[in-house]
T-cell receptor, first 113, second 110 residues
Framework: DTEVTQTPKHLVMGMTNKKSLKCEQH?????MYWYKQKAKKPPELMFV???????INESVPSRFSPECPNSSLLNLHLHALQPEDSALYLC?????FGDGWKFFGPGTRLTVL | GQQLNQSPQSMFIQEGEDVSMNCTSS?????WLWYKQDPGEGPVLLIA?????ELTSNGRLTAQFGITRKDSFLNISASIPSDVGIYFC??????????FGTGTSLTVIP
């Protein structure tokens, strides 16, 4: 299994809603990542988990809250988002943190109204 | 963070033509990677390069790790309609630093 899965595929939410994005991989990878991508731009790193511990937080606003319940799962909890947070949210994994060979999921297209 | 510059920004080519694109950096990288992203999907890794001067092929795709370690090149031969998408280079440096390029959008006209 060389797949990273993400749910939901699409999400529309209001600015007062609370929602969560989910990511799963069963490749035994010990590093997992959240990226944000705007149209026609490269992905921007948000968070890195290594061995289920938060290693990097790229100064992301607190309305985004990551969680890594176990080595296969990664969540991104969303609360009080702004319309400018609308984007494609990508999850990725790699064998170890520092391994450039990253596998990406299909992404969640988020729209904030 | 650092951004890698890709050239050209966009390309419109006829089916069957060859494609060349490159990626340059002001810093040295230890690994260069090339990804392709289809609309509404996540990036898919095409080729990974680990040594200066390395030339690696994946079907009709060939990529090279520049000898200065500050650039990389991707060539696609005999393009087909399904080659359409955005191609991103990425560089992995020391200290777990990983940067994406600005992207090259490819359109193939049948």
């Amino acid at each position: 299994d060389t797949e990273v899965t993400q749910t939901p595929k699409h999400l529309v939410m209001g600015m007062t809603n609370k929602k969560s994005l989910k990511c799963e991989q069963h490749m035994g990878h010990r590093a997992m990542y959240w990226y944000k991508q705007k149209a026609k731009k490269p992905p921007e790193l948000m968070f890195v988990y290594s061995y289920e511990k938060l290693s990097i937080n790229e100064s992301v606003p607190s309305r985004f809250s990551p969680e890594c319940p176990n080595s296969s799962l990664l969540n991104l909890h969303l609360h009080a988002l702004q319309p400018e947070d609308s984007a494609l949210y990508l999850c990725a994994s790699s064998r170890n943190f520092g391994d450039g060979w990253k596998f990406f999921g299909p992404g969640t297209r988020l729209t904030v109204l | 963070g650092q951004q890698l510059n890709q050239s050209p920004q966009s390309m419109f080519i006829q089916e069957g033509e060859d494609v060349s694109m490159n990626c340059t950096s002001s810093s040295i990288f230890n690994t260069w990677l090339w990804y392709k992203q289809d609309p509404g999907e996540g990036p898919v890794l095409l080729i990974a390069l680990y040594k200066a001067g390395e030339l690696t092929s994946n079907g009709r795709l060939t990529a090279q790790f520049g000898i200065t370690r500050k650039d990389s090149f991707l060539n696609i031969s005999a393009s087909i309609p399904s080659d359409v998408g955005i191609y991103f280079c990425a560089g992995q440096g020391a200290g777990n630093q990983f940067y994406f390029g600005t992207g090259t959008s490819l359109t193939v006209i049948p």
